[in-house]
Nanobody, 121 residues
Framework: VQLQASGGGLVQTGASLRLSCAPSDSYSVGWFRQAPGKEREFVAA????????YYADSVKGRFTISRDNAKNMVYLQMNSLKPEDTAVYYCAAGPKNSGESYKTENRYYIWGQGTLVTVSS
């Protein structure tokens, strides 16, 4: 499995973007981001069967993670973007079942190239 996040770009505050990633339906998927000078942080995750979605407090209510297993696609819909959302966003895949939290990087063992999201004020 190779993951490639796509859909990033330069937008203004309040705008929306949708990021995409193409894992298979056999994986749970997480989105993480890394802002300049900061550590990578959890953004959102989804179970392989879409029966659970998890969000960082900073994006709850603004971002929505979803997946279409028929198309092997996972999406991160980002609304009401803020300058503090500026970061490189990474898609990661992990096992269906794991003792690791969906919010921790340790759960995921396949990482793709990131996509840059820049939100201007």
């Amino acid at each position: 499995v190779q993951l490639q996040a796509s859909g990033g770009g330069l937008v203004q505050t309040g705008a929306s973007l949708r990021l995409s990633c193409a894992p298979s339906d056999s994986y749970s998927v997480g989105w993480f981001r890394q802002a300049p000078g900061k550590e990578r942080e959890f953004v959102a995750a989804i179970r392989w069967d879409s029966r659970g979605m998890y969000y960082a407090d900073s994006v709850k209510g603004r971002f929505t993670i979803s997946r279409d297993n028929a198309k092997n696609m996972v999406y991160l819909q980002m609304n009401s973007l803020k300058p503090e959302d500026t970061a490189v966003y990474y898609c990661a895949a992990g096992p269906k079942n794991s003792g690791e939290s969906y919010k921790t990087e340790n759960r995921y063992y396949i990482w793709g190239q990131g996509t840059l999201v820049t939100v201007s004020s």
